[in-house]
């Protein structure tokens, strides 16, 4: 089955700073790639996703960027803020006997520090 | 629309007891997800099922981990005999078919004392 790892666990940036967070997934039959964000005692949603016909995409501060041939997927989120603070969670997604299943990555907790 | 709903959203049990968790998925959604998530951790695979087919319950832990999902909708997780390492929340989430957002539940609060 398709296996996702995700680097680093822990991330800690000063505000204002940049953050990265990389994905690499097994099964070159994937094609969404979907990220997630969760505060602190609340549930994970969907922040941004990508598919695999396009190669980045963005979204203010957030961007994805893959990396196909490399099975290679991350997450960059510019000029960070104290809000960005939370666990991210990247995935990918593939059809599998016509629906599509989702494998979660381990999470990164991203700190911005004030 | 609603969301999808999970309850209780807090459960303490005794060690040794069973517990049913409760999962309502957005109506029309197929696909549906149980993970494990332990304090501070990521989310951890439990089962997954997809429309009519044979569940995936390669992530179960243990036989006392059991989960149905009865006429392609409401899904329950049993616990039996729970353990004190059982202790986390669980989060359900469930997808459409070719709209592949999975969509979380707010969990529920397992705490074996």
């Known amino acids: 089955g398709e296996n996702v790892e995700q680097h680093p666990s822990t991330l800690s940036v000063q505000e204002g700073d940049s953050a990265v967070i990389k994905c690499t997934y097994s099964?070159?039959?994937?094609?969404?790639f979907p990220w997630y964000k969760q505060e602190l005692g609340k549930r994970p949603q969907l922040i941004i996703d990508?598919?695999?016909?396009?190669g980045e995409k963005k979204d203010q501060r957030i961007a994805v960027t893959l990396n196909k041939t490399a099975k290679h997927f991350s997450l960059h989120i510019t000029e960070t803020q104290p809000e960005d603070s939370a666990v991210y969670f990247c995935?990918?997604?593939?059809?599998?006997?016509?629906?599509?299943?989702?494998?979660f990555g381990i999470g990164t907790k991203l700190q911005v520090i004030p | 629309g609603a969301g999808v709903s999970q309850s209780p959203s807090n459960k303490v049990t005794e060690k040794g007891k069973d517990v049913e968790l409760r999962c309502d998925p957005i109506s029309g959604h197929t696909a549906l997800y149980w993970y494990r998530q332990s304090l501070g951790q990521g989310l951890e695979f439990l089962i997954y099922f997809q429309g009519n087919s044979a569940p995936d319950k390669s992530g179960l832990p243990s036989d006392r981990f059991s989960a149905e999902r009865t006429g392609g909708s409401v899904s329950t997780l049993t616990i039996q005999r729970t353990q004190q390492e059982d202790s986390a929340v669980y989060l359900c989430?469930?997808?459409?078919?070719?709209?592949?957002?999975?969509?979380f539940g707010q969990g529920t609060r397992l705490t074996v004392v």
């Open positions: 990508i598919r695999s016909n396009v």
């Open positions: 099964d070159s039959a994937s094609n969404y």
């Open positions: 995935a990918a997604s593939k059809n599998s006997g016509g629906y599509q299943k989702v494998t």
């Open positions: 989430a469930s997808s459409a078919i070719m709209n592949t957002e999975a969509f």
